[in-house]
T-cell receptor
């Protein structure tokens, strides 16, 4: 069965520091992988997605993620975090038709000044 | 603003009651998805409609039902409500069922 694991419930980084949020997935077929961000009181916003091709994908707001099939991982990175990046981040896996998307439990990011 | 609207924003009701949540997708989007976000279950896919027809079901309880109308708005009906149904319910829409999903701001349901 497909599933997503985000090992880190809460991460705190200093503003300007680099960031890596971990995501591991389990999926029987070719995975379609997503990272979403949720600010307090808001819906989810898509940061980036991976369907096929180049395993390093660029997203909005300076985020990128790398798909590593051998490690079943799709980690999210940002070289320099801004205070406005403080939010909850969700990794998700699904099929090509957006059906039955499975979300991780989320990682809450706190940014220290 | 994603362009997806959901009403109401907040809903407080008692156990055993029935409520209807409404979602208006972005203009031109044919697919509507419903999700439930709760503290204990996290974010779960409930159901997907495409152009009025049900496409896929996820972890949706039998007490819950949904439909998509000819004008493409969708309603999620929750009946015989239990305390455990308290959650944030999100609607998302996409142009087609393989396109990027845009999420609405959610409806927070509190069952007392």
């Amino acid at each position: 069965a497909q599933s997503v694991t985000q090992p880190d419930i809460h991460i705190t980084v200093s503003e300007g520091a680099s960031l890596e949020l971990r995501c591991n997935y389990s999926y029987g077929a070719t995975p379609y992988l997503f990272w979403y961000v949720q600010s307090p009181g808001q819906g989810l916003q898509l940061l980036l997605k991976y369907f096929s091709g180049d395993t390093l994908v660029q997203g909005i707001k300076g985020f990128e993620a790398e798909f590593k099939r051998s490690q079943s991982s799709f980690n999210l990175r940002k070289p320099s975090v801004h205070w406005s990046d403080a939010a909850e981040y969700f990794c998700a896996v699904g099929d090509k038709n957006n059906n039955d998307m499975r979300f991780g439990a989320g990682t809450r990011l706190t940014v220290k000044p | 603003d994603s362009g997806v609207t959901q009403t109401p924003k907040h809903l407080i009701t008692a156990t055993g009651q029935r409520v209807t949540l409404r979602c208006s997708p972005r203009s031109g989007d044919l697919s509507v998805y419903w999700y439930q976000q709760s503290l204990d279950q996290g974010l779960q896919f409930l159901i997907h409609y495409y152009n009025g027809e049900e496409r896929a079901k996820g972890n949706i309880l039998e007490r819950f039902s949904a439909q998509q109308f000819p004008d493409l708005h969708s309603e999620l009906n929750l009946s015989s409500l239990e305390l455990g149904d308290s959650a944030l319910y999100f609607c998302a829409s996409s142009e087609r069922y393989s396109s990027e999903q845009y999420f609405g701001p959610g409806t927070r349901l509190t069952v007392t």
